[in-house]
Every structure is written in structure tokens, then in C-alpha cells.
């Protein structure tokens, strides 16, 4: 079974700065693509970033130029470095990975969210 885990939320200030990771973990299985999604109370969740195996990264145009996503295949790790960071950047955080499985089948998974809060 492949599961993901999220860390490095957190409560910062704005104009601060966080990095989440997401590793995943189990046998059997290729992701081809990783991206994080976030959910705002009382709004919809919204991609904000991802990464294809080929390093290809596509941002939402709020977050362009203030977070960066990235990779680590050794590892099956993705990154999400934000900085200037603002109050409406506060939601849970959610990671996905979707790939496929070595006994057939596509693989499409997420994380149980962190939590990222910006407030002074």
C-alpha cells in the first residue's frame, strides 16, 4: 500500500517563510506526477503547484515567483518552499501523487494535509 506523508506546517507570520515535504512510501510503484492542493475554510480546494517525472512545474498565478516546487525521485519526496508568505496563502495543504503500479493499474493517492496558517 503507498501512502504519503506530509510535514512542515506550521503558524508563521507574514512575509515569513515554510517548506513542506511529502514522501511517499511503499513497494511496488512509479509516480509520474506530484503536486500540492490547497483548501481555504469555505472555499474549494485549488492546485497550486506540481511536478512531472521530467521536472516540468506549473504554478497558480497567485503563488508564482514566492513558491517553489521540487523533487526528489531517490527518495519519492516532493517540496513546497514558500516564501512571502500571506494571510490568504492560510488552508490545509494537500499532497497528491498519481502514477501506476507495477502489478498493473493506476496509482492516485493523498496526503492527510498539514496545516499552514499565516497571521501576525
Known amino acids: 500500500q503507498v501512502q504519503l506523508v506530509e510535514s512542515g506546517g506550521g503558524l508563521v507570520q507574514p512575509g515569513g517563510s515554510l517548506r513542506l515535504s511529502c514522501a511517499a512510501s511503499?513497494?511496488?510503484?512509479?509516480?509520474?506526477?506530484m503536486a500540492w492542493i490547497r483548501r481555504a475554510p469555505g472555499n474549494r480546494r485549488d492546485l497550486v503547484a506540481s511536478i512531472t517525472s521530467s521536472g516540468n512545474t506549473n504554478y497558480t498565478d497567485s503563488v508564482k515567483g514566492r513558491f517553489t516546487i521540487s523533487r526528489d525521485d531517490a527518495k519519492n519526496t516532493v517540496y513546497l518552499q514558500m516564501n512571502s508568505l500571506k494571510p490568504e496563502d492560510t488552508a490545509v495543504y494537500y499532497c497528491?501523487?498519481?502514477?501506476?503500479?507495477?502489478?498493473?493499474?493506476?496509482?492516485?493517492?493523498w496526503g492527510q494535509g498539514t496545516q499552514v496558517t499565516v497571521s501576525s
Open positions: 497528491n501523487a498519481v502514477g501506476s503500479r507495477w502489478t498493473g493499474g493506476n496509482l492516485d493517492v
Open positions: 511503499g513497494i511496488g510503484f512509479s509516480i509520474n506526477y
